[in-house]
């Protein structure tokens, strides 16, 4: 029952609906006992002899109003009950949705995406099943039972009533036992139920890879191993839940076969009228909801405890990130690096170190260097995904930690090499940071993304569903449609994280002279493998291991002869070759 206490803060919150369901219950506990109460008086009324019509007409009116009474106080109190757990549910994703809002990319690693998955969908539905059934459970389970024995004690045979619940106490103990199991068995389907998402969710993300190499076959065994494990997991959970109600029934059959043997012993002593054990066996009956209450409460309580427990561990997880900046506005897109040193959580290798780098306001800062060297690395310490004591990076003459990180990534658009897109429109993808946007405005920013012409050219134009993920879309207009997202985005920085690798060397250079001409004072950071697109940057580095091996604008760097110059010398061969031998 420690899952009722973890919840106690939502039941505070909702204490008021969660009272009137309760007194609603108790109303109906209490007018449900007078029908059994009027039955053994007509039996035994009928038994003597002096039953007359108008006696038998007022009581059986009686038990229909009571009737349609108990029906419009239990829709009220489902009404009142399911609408608060239906809240929490909804409360719980919202938590779950801000908690990952604020979450690094190491977090991400530690939990993969089927995994959050199952945590925000079944996880989320036991805890709010719990909050519902199992408060109904609970409080009307208790409820009958206790007044229905407080009826069977003082109102009817007290001896009679402890020997019909002398079977009780081994069924306690045997629920007790059951429990633990479950709960045992419950989290580790859910663990399966997670897996399975996560093999899920990553065959239809890359099933052009899957297809492109015909692992078909293969990904369909290993989909099927780990289905049959979630199935065998949930089996196990079904094996324990099933031992639920064998036990409650054979409890029941105990007790009535106790109660009719031991009642007809007492009538047959002159203790008891025919009428008194009719009522007594009635009300025994309305002991049976007790006892499957209590049985399907344990169930519910020990999935509930279980997917809570999973999802406290999601939600306990604390930011890597601190946000405790007070600054939400940049006046200057000024940019300096000052880098010691750098790794990433977890990993002692050093990924950057001794970097001092600045990007004045409204210039172009070009990165480059090889594979591995560290250049998405230092985009994103600009953006805040990491923080390092032996990294000091300002913004418009304040350092990052000064700055709400919601402020801070609202005045910096970042065009990745691997962009995604919403299985949406290609307006709508475009103005993901602008909703509001007009056409005129969506199409400016496809111009200068040199994109407008290909989405024209389609059936719907810009009212085009792209598929998730933009499966319909080549990999350059996947990119150009990301860089004009970013473009009507509107902010003092722009970063192009090797935002060009998907689109020809023609199409680089219209995008690029379009971009010269829109940015205004806007800061640029360009982060490259091909060179020609920081050819008339203001200021260009070279990263090779995590260092800054050279640094100065694009003549500049030629004239070193170092590392730059070889590879322009090889990109600008490699161009020539190309468009004599398309």
Same mark, same amino acid.
């Given at each position: 029952?420690?899952?009722?206490?973890?919840?106690?803060?939502?039941?505070?919150? *909702?204490?008021?609906?969660?009272?009137?369901?309760?007194?609603?219950?108790?109303?109906?506990?209490?007018? !449900?006992?007078?029908?059994?109460?009027?039955?053994? #008086?007509?039996?035994?009324?009928?038994?003597?002899?002096?039953?007359?019509?108008?006696?038998?007409? @007022?009581?059986?009116?009686? @038990?229909?109003?009571?009737?349609?009474?108990?029906?419009? =106080?239990?829709?009220?109190?489902?009404?009142?009950?399911?609408?608060?757990?239906?809240?929490?549910?909804?409360?719980?994703?919202?938590?779950?949705?801000?908690?990952?809002?604020?979450?690094?990319?190491?977090?991400? $690693?530690?939990?993969?995406?089927?995994?959050?998955?199952?945590?925000?969908?079944?996880?989320?539905?036991?805890?709010?099943?719990?909050?519902?059934?199992?408060?109904?459970?609970?409080? %009307?389970?208790?409820?009958? !039972?206790?007044?229905?024995?407080?009826?069977?004690?003082?109102?009817?045979?007290?001896? =009679?009533?402890?020997?019909?619940? =002398?079977?009780?106490?081994?069924?306690?103990?045997?629920?007790?036992?059951?429990?633990? $199991?479950?709960?045992?068995?419950?989290?580790?389907?859910?663990?399966?139920?997670?897996?399975?998402?996560?093999?899920?969710?990553?065959?239809?993300?890359?099933?052009?890879?899957?297809?492109?190499?015909?692992?078909?076959?293969?990904?369909?065994?290993?989909?099927?191993?780990?289905?049959? *494990?979630?199935?065998?997991?949930?089996?196990?959970?079904?094996?324990?839940?099933?031992?639920?109600?064998?036990?409650?029934?054979?409890?029941?059959?105990?007790?009535?076969?106790?109660?009719?043997?031991?009642?007809?012993?007492?009538?047959?002593?002159?203790?008891?009228?025919?009428?008194?054990?009719?009522?007594?066996?009635?009300?025994?009956?309305? @002991?049976?909801?007790?006892?499957?209450?209590?049985?399907?409460?344990?169930?519910?309580?020990?999935?509930?405890?279980?997917?809570?427990?999973?999802?406290?561990?999601?939600?306990?997880?604390?930011?890597?990130?601190?946000?405790?900046?007070?600054?939400?506005?940049?006046?200057?897109?000024?940019?300096?690096?000052?880098?010691?040193?750098?790794?990433?959580? #977890?990993?002692?290798? $050093?990924?950057?170190?001794?970097?001092?780098?600045?990007?004045?306001?409204?210039?172009?800062?070009?990165?480059?260097?090889?594979?591995?060297?560290?250049?998405?690395?230092?985009?994103?310490?600009?953006?805040?995904?990491? *923080?390092?004591?032996?990294?000091?990076?300002?913004?418009?003459?304040?350092?990052?930690? %000064?700055?709400?990180?919601?402020?801070?990534?609202?005045?910096?658009?970042?065009?990745?090499?691997?962009?995604?897109?919403?299985?949406?429109?290609?307006?709508?993808?475009?103005?993901?940071?602008?909703?509001?946007?007009?056409?005129?405005?969506?199409?400016?920013?496809?111009?200068?993304?040199?994109?407008?012409?290909?989405?024209?050219?389609?059936?719907?134009?810009?009212?085009?569903?792209?598929?998730?993920?933009?499966?319909?879309?080549?990999?350059?207009?996947?990119?150009?449609?990301?860089?004009?997202?970013?473009?009507?985005?509107?902010?003092?920085?722009?970063?192009?994280?090797?935002?060009?690798?998907?689109?020809?060397?023609?199409?680089?250079?219209?995008?690029?002279?379009?971009?010269?001409?829109?940015?205004?004072?806007?800061?640029?950071?360009?982060?490259?493998?091909?060179?020609? !697109?920081?050819?008339?940057?203001?200021?260009?580095?070279?990263? *090779?291991?995590?260092?800054?091996?050279?640094?100065?604008?694009?003549?500049?760097?030629?004239?070193?002869? #170092?590392?730059? !110059?070889?590879?322009?010398?090889?990109?600008?061969?490699?161009?020539?070759?190309?468009?004599?031998?398309?």
């Amino acid at each position: 029952m420690n899952i009722f206490i973890k919840l106690r803060w939502y039941f505070q919150q *909702q204490w008021r609906r969660y009272l009137l369901a309760v007194l609603i219950l108790c109303a109906i506990s209490v007018i !449900a006992m007078v029908p059994p109460w009027l039955t053994g #008086g007509i039996v035994d009324a009928a038994s003597e002899g002096s039953l007359t019509g108008d006696q038998l007409f @007022m009581q059986v009116s009686i @038990m229909i109003a009571i009737g349609f009474a108990a029906y419009g =106080l239990r829709y009220l109190w489902r009404m009142l009950l399911y609408h608060a757990s239906f809240q929490l549910a909804a409360v719980l994703r919202q938590k779950i949705y801000q908690h990952l809002m604020l979450m690094a990319p190491d977090f991400f $690693q530690q939990y993969r995406t089927g995994d959050m998955m199952a945590r925000a969908t079944n996880d989320i539905n036991a805890v709010e099943m719990t909050a519902g059934d199992g408060v109904l459970a609970m409080v %009307d389970g208790v409820l009958t !039972a206790v007044v229905v024995l407080s009826i069977l004690l003082f109102l009817l045979n007290w001896q =009679l009533t402890f020997m019909a619940l =002398l079977p009780w106490p081994f069924l306690s103990y045997y629920m007790w036992r059951i429990g633990k $199991q479950l709960h045992q068995a419950f989290g580790e389907a859910q663990a399966c139920f997670s897996q399975l998402n996560d093999v899920v969710q990553e065959n239809m993300g890359a099933i052009r890879v899957v297809k492109g190499f015909g692992q078909e076959a293969h990904q369909q065994a290993h989909f099927a191993a780990i289905a049959a *494990q979630a199935t065998a997991a949930n089996l196990r959970v079904a094996h324990i839940d099933a031992k639920y109600d064998p036990a409650i029934s054979l409890t029941i059959g105990l007790s009535f076969f106790i109660t009719v043997a031991g009642g007809a012993w007492y009538i047959h002593q002159g203790v008891m009228s025919v009428g008194e054990l009719t009522s007594f066996t009635i009300y025994l009956g309305y @002991m049976i909801w007790p006892m499957f209450a209590v049985g399907w409460l344990l169930n519910i309580v020990e999935r509930g405890s279980a997917a809570y427990a999973r999802i406290e561990q999601l939600l306990a997880t604390p930011p890597s990130i601190e946000d405790k900046g007070e600054l939400t506005t940049i006046k200057n897109a000024q940019v300096i690096w000052q880098v010691k040193q750098f790794n990433y959580p #977890g990993n002692e290798q $050093q990924v950057l170190q001794d970097i001092n780098v600045t990007v004045g306001h409204g210039g172009t800062l070009g990165i480059v260097g090889p594979v591995g060297a560290g250049k998405t690395s230092l985009v994103q310490l600009l953006l805040r995904c990491y *923080q390092h004591s032996g990294v000091n990076i300002i913004l418009g003459g304040h350092a990052l930690e %000064d700055y709400r990180l919601a402020g801070l990534r609202q005045h910096i658009a970042v065009v990745p090499q691997d962009p995604f897109l919403f299985s949406t429109t290609i307006a709508e993808n475009i103005t993901f940071a602008q909703p509001h946007a007009s056409l005129q405005a969506i199409r400016q920013a496809a111009r200068v993304a040199d994109i407008d012409q290909d989405i024209m050219a389609f059936s719907d134009q810009y009212q085009t569903l792209v598929g998730e993920r933009g499966i319909t879309l080549s990999g350059g207009q996947k990119q150009r449609l990301a860089i004009a997202r970013a473009i009507l985005c509107d902010a003092p920085i722009l970063v192009m994280d090797d935002a060009l690798s998907a689109v020809d060397v023609e199409t680089e250079k219209h995008i690029l002279h379009a971009l010269r001409q829109y940015r205004r004072d806007r800061t640029l950071i360009v982060v490259c493998h091909r060179l020609s !697109a920081v050819r008339d940057a203001d200021h260009i580095i070279v990263l *090779q291991a995590g260092r800054m091996t050279e640094s100065g604008n694009h003549v500049s760097l030629l004239q070193q002869q #170092g590392w730059y !110059a070889q590879m322009f010398n090889y990109q600008q061969i490699e161009q020539h070759i190309t468009e004599d031998y398309p």
